[in-house]
């Protein structure tokens, strides 16, 4: 010991001062390292901390806008939006008490049909998304359920009912397959560019026009931004952002839905699996678009179907949701000997007086090319073949063209095979038999032959292994019927916003124009209109007692193992129509059979006023 | 010497007169000391003005009012403390312990618990923590029995017999429980054995014992499930090396405190700051006002207020070299080490690097008890300082 307690003045030696000095270090030391753990939080990663800050004390909110409305080209009201009533539990208002937090959710999941793990599933899922907001068990509940609750707040601490906008569909299934589906946006469109900004638990169209006019539609969502404290409670004037939701604007379609509702009536009549277009000729506006079996799109317009119902749509053999009439890959059978007639005609491999014979029976090869039931009709020309659908006619121009390639030229430059251009996701390219695609399989072993004469005749009259459409097939129609142009067939027809303004209008150019010689022209349109209104035509039956004059071409595809599958495709009025029609069912049997009647019924819709009008005055003129 | 005594019996008739200031003794004041102390106090009002306005409903200055008060009484005893001649506790040693035992017991039967502790007296006006003035009670005590060894038994039995004198009050204020003031009353015992020239050898052997009993208490003792140490004391000891963003978890303060320290960056956020504004950082007036000095004042503001405490104790320092006997060197000795301890792991904890303790920061942590001892410290300080210059005066001026 160095301490002399008794002494006075400064007690220091030289082991003492030692001790302080060290001492003193120590000191120094810790110091130092205090300033350079400041100087490191503050001053190098600072900025990081001030970015951690800010997000720490800011939570967003977001109301959801109401999507703007559909409507008919005369404003029927096709697509609108309800309210509903969501189901919302916000995590840290419920019980802190487990075995309490257990049984408010246990009674939440037994009020919402759901069960516990369900629920705990649902609010683990969305709180790794969100931390902090509320979470939505279930959208649309019923009245009933939150009058319940909230006559039983203080038994449900923490639930909220949240006033969401759910889409609600007059027609029911009327334009299922146009209007499309609504429902929140997933992780990989997440990061599609046309969805930048979205968020997840925003909703955006998912098929049909909804999708296709998704960023019209849409709207833009409210957006709160709140400041909160560390329990997430708001703070007071902790308002940092408030933008209102912009509803999104609405959508005008070309569809008429007088033309859509009698089509959907006449698919659904006959039950066959099928597809239905009515368009215009000339701009491409397309009046009428349905598929045979529908769905109800307000089903998706739930958060979660039930088994049954994913039964019915998803796992339905009869798929449902494939639009047929712009997806459907089908032979066309005799719809397809407008294209032929008019291949040979330009190409100079038939002139407009000449006449085939047709015994009944092609023999190419050693093969025979029958008739439709065998009939032999004798010395016929173009008109007369195609009024009562001479196959041996046909046949031949397919042989006189087998290897030239002309057929082909003319069926892709009337839009066969190729895509259409059309405002709606979904739809099928097809298939064009050809010279090159065949001979190219063969090469690689895909198929036993190359290209024979034999695949060229049953090609010119719409059989083998063509794959098409009714949208094809009606672009075609109209091609021939305005005298060229090839039309963008299109649903969209103009955007208007919630005071009913014309924001955008949609008229999309033609595809291309091809010449067409209105000789040619005028000779198919009338053996097309002898088909469908001459004694001897083949779908006279159907359309002789129709009072509007109209052209028209039946078609029955061989498609094994099915059963033949009926076609019509229809121009109306002759001689210079304004619509065409084409409708094609499954199964259907004979053209005249099944589809005719259907596009027939949809006619009727589309001159409804005309009709009206003839009625009158023979009536007028039977009393006179 | 005789001129001394001489002038002190009778003084001469033609002597010097002295002034106001020479009256009150302020010449032979540490000013640096002084003045660094109530910098410190007059900054912790600042911040808590600007930082506490919405705590209380309806009184916006309640922090601010108390803290100032506490400051001036703090001074006034800082003060009064000067003026007496500290070699006088040395003399008071065995009352000074007894009343220190005695007040930290005393809490088991009348303190009012607080958040699962009983540490205080509910006084009519404050509430009072003996275990702070006990921290000063026990420097002034330990280095009395220190000096009184350095006469008798060997060096084990002094060593042992100063670690029971130190860790027996330590115990106590463990058992409150407060284990940061506890762990205050240890770095105290062993500054002041530090300094009262203990063998580095014994010092090994405590350490080599100190890691032995942390493994025990921290791994071994819930492992056989007697645990020493409460759920949260443990978890918030540990939890400094684990961040967490459960709100709920000691991990999740530290991290929070570190969030708004950096975001303060080089010139703070002032009123715009929203860790410590927004209760994101718990405890803000107390133990963690250092992260609302960082966030509001940034990188100048938080050296400024570490710059105070280094002045502090480097004058604390000063006087254990300047102190005109053993006891004033063992004392000023425990002081300093105590306000070191005390601002390293408060700080410390602020910027994430050391456990959650509840130690507070001297002087700028909101608390009459802690701001009176500091003040009470520093008195001491000051008396020694003041004793140490009148006696060079009587020796020199003549």
């Known amino acids: 010991m160095y301490l002399r307690s008794d002494e006075r003045g400064p007690a220091m030696n030289n082991r003492l001062a030692l001790r302080i000095a060290l001492f003193g270090g120590f000191a120094v030391v810790l110091f130092g390292i205090l300033f350079f ?65 257990r049984a408010e959710l246990a009674k939440l999941a037994e ?52 006033r969401v ?132 799109p307000s089903l998706f317009a739930r958060p979660a179907l039930t088994q049954a119902q994913v039964d019915a749509t998803y796992n339905n053999p009869a798929a449902p949701l494939t639009d047929r009439a712009i997806a459907g890959l089908y032979p066309t059978g005799s719809t397809f000997k407008l294209i032929t007639a008019l291949a040979a005609l330009e190409s100079g491999n038939l002139q407009l007086d ?31 073949a195609l009024e009562v659908s001479s196959d041996v006619f046909f046949y031949t121009l397919g042989l006189r063209m087998w290897d030239s390639g002309e057929l082909q030229h003319w069926a892709h430059a009337l839009g066969i095979g190729r895509p259409t251009g059309i405002d709606l996701p979904g739809a099928e390219e097809g298939l064009l038999p050809s010279q090159h695609w065949r001979n190219q399989l063969y090469k690689e072993g895909e198929t036993d032959r190359p290209w024979s004469a034999g695949d060229n005749i049953q090609l010119a009259t719409g059989q083998g292994d063509l794959q098409t459409n009714p949208l094809q097939m009606a672009i075609a129609y109209a091609t021939l019927a305005n005298g060229g142009t090839v039309v963008t067939p299109h649903i969209g027809l103009q955007v208007d916003d919630a005071r009913g303004r014309v924001l955008k209008e ?37 359309f002789c007692a129709f009072p509007i004059p109209v052209a028209g071409k039946t078609g029955t595809a061989q498609r094994p193992p099915h059963a033949d599958q009926s076609w019509y495709g229809v121009l109306a009025p002759y001689p210079n129509p304004r619509i065409v029609t084409f409708v094609t069912m499954e199964e259907g049997g004979f053209g005249a059979e099944s589809a005719a009647p259907a596009a027939r019924k949809i006619l009727e819709a589309y001159f409804a006023k005309e009709l009206a009008h003839d009625a009158s005055t023979e009536e007028e003129e039977s009393e006179g | 010497m005789y001129a001394t005594r ?117 006084l009519p006006f404050f509430s009072f923590q003996p275990s702070e003035l006990g921290k000063v009670l026990l420097v002034l005590a330990l280095a009395g029995f220190v000096i009184d060894g350095a006469r008798n038994g060997s060096d084990w039995q002094r060593t042992v017999r100063y670690l029971c004198l130190g860790l027996a009050p330590a115990a106590l204020v463990f058992l409150q429980p407060d284990l940061g003031t506890s762990l205050v009353y240890g770095a105290i015992t062993l500054a002041v054995m530090y300094v009262g020239g203990v063998r580095w050898t014994h010092f090994a052997v405590i350490g080599a014992a100190f890691v032995v009993l942390t493994a025990a208490v921290l791994v071994v ?166 004793q140490a210059r009148l006696s060079q005066k009587g020796r020199f001026a003549w």
């Open chain 1, 506 to 542: 949609f008229d999309p150019k033609p595809r291309r124009h091809i010449k067409i010689d209105p000789e040619y022209r005028a000779a198919i349109l009338e053996g097309l209109h002898d088909a469908a209104q001459n004694g001897a035509g083949t779908s006279c039956d159907v």
């Open chain 2, 221 to 386: 003792a819930p492992a056989v499930g007697t645990p020493v140490l409460k759920g949260y004391q443990e978890e918030r000891l540990t939890s400094f090396t684990h961040p967490s963003a459960d709100p709920a978890d000691a991990g999740y303060q530290q991290n929070q405190a570190k969030i708004a320290i950096g975001s303060g960056e080089k010139t703070g956020r002032g009123d715009r700051a929203t860790q410590t504004r927004l209760d994101f950082v718990p405890e803000r007036h107390t133990d963690f006002i250092f992260a609302v000095i960082g966030e509001r004042y940034g990188f100048l503001g938080a050296a400024l207020v570490l710059s105070l405490y280094a002045l502090l104790i480097w004058r604390a320092l000063r006087i254990v070299t300047l102190s005109k006997n053993s006891y004033g060197t063992l004392v000023a000795g425990g002081i300093a080490a105590m306000l070191l301890f005390q601002v390293f792991v408060n700080v410390g904890m602020n910027l994430g690097i050391m456990p959650i303790t509840g130690i507070p920061l001297p002087l700028m942590s909101y608390g009459g008890s802690s701001v009176l001892a500091t003040f009470l410290a520093v008195g001491v300080l000051q008396s020694i300082h003041m």
């Open chain 1, 165 to 296: 906008f759910v889409r609600a569909y007059p027609g029911g299934t009327l334009g299922a397959h146009i209007l499309g589906s609504v429902s929140e946006i997933n992780e990989e469109q997440l990061k599609e560019a046309r969805y930048k900004g979205l968020v997840p638990g925003d909703e955006i169209g998912q098929s049909g026009v909804e999708d296709t006019y998704d960023r019209y539609l849409r709207g833009r969502p409210g957006l709160t931004r709140i400041q909160v404290d560390a329990l997430g409670e708001p703070t007071p004037n902790g308002r940092l952002v408030s933008k209102p939701p912009a509803p999104g604007d609405n959508l005008k379609l070309t569809i008429d839905q007088d033309v859509q509702e009698a089509g959907e009536a006449a698919m659904a009549e006959r039950g066959l699996p099928g597809g239905f277009i009515t368009m215009d000729v000339h701009t491409g506006e397309i009046l009428g678009l349905g598929s045979f079996p529908t769905f109800e």
């Open chain 1, 37 to 101: 753990r400041l100087w490191l939080l503050q001053v190098l990663d600072g900025e990081k901390y001030l970015a951690e800050a800010k997000n720490n004390r800011t939570r967003s909110f977001r109301t959801s806008a109401p999507r703007g409305e559909i409507l008919d080209r005369n404003g029927k009201l096709l697509v609108a939006n309800r309210t509903s009533l969501a189901l919302q539990v916000n995590p840290r208002k419920l019980p802190e008490d487990p075995a309490e937090r």
């Open chain 1, 354 to 384: 000449e006449a085939i014979e047709d015994p009944g029976v092609l023999v190419v090869g050693g093969q025979e090319f029958k008739n439709a039931g065998e009939a032999a009709n004798g010395t016929v020309s173009l008109v007369t």
């Open chain 1, 111 to 162: 009020l919402t049909h759901s069960t516990l793990r369900r629920v705990r599933r649902t609010m683990h899922e969305e709180l790794k998304l969100a931390p902090a907001a509320p979470v939505t068990l279930r959208n649309d509940v019923g009245h009933y359920l939150v009058f319940y609750l909230q006559e039983n707040q203080e038994r449900f601490p923490g639930v909220e009912v949240q």
């Open chain 2, 6 to 122: 001489t002038r002190r019996a009778r003084p001469e008739p033609f002597a010097f007169h002295p002034g106001i200031a020479e009256r009150l003794g302020l010449p032979y004041m540490d000013g640096q000391l002084a003045f660094s102390a109530a910098a410190l106090v007059a900054f912790s009002i600042f911040t808590l003005g600007q930082a506490t306005t919405h705590d209380v409903p309806g009184s916006p200055y309640y922090f601010v009012d108390r803290q100032a008060i506490y400051g001036v009484l703090g001074i006034i005893g800082m003060y009064l403390l000067t003026r007496i001649d500290y070699s006088r506790f040395r003399e008071l040693r065995v009352g000074v312990y007894t009343f220190l035992c005695v007040s930290v017991s005393l809490v088991f039967v009348f303190g009012f618990a607080a958040r699962g502790s009983r540490r205080a007296f509910e």
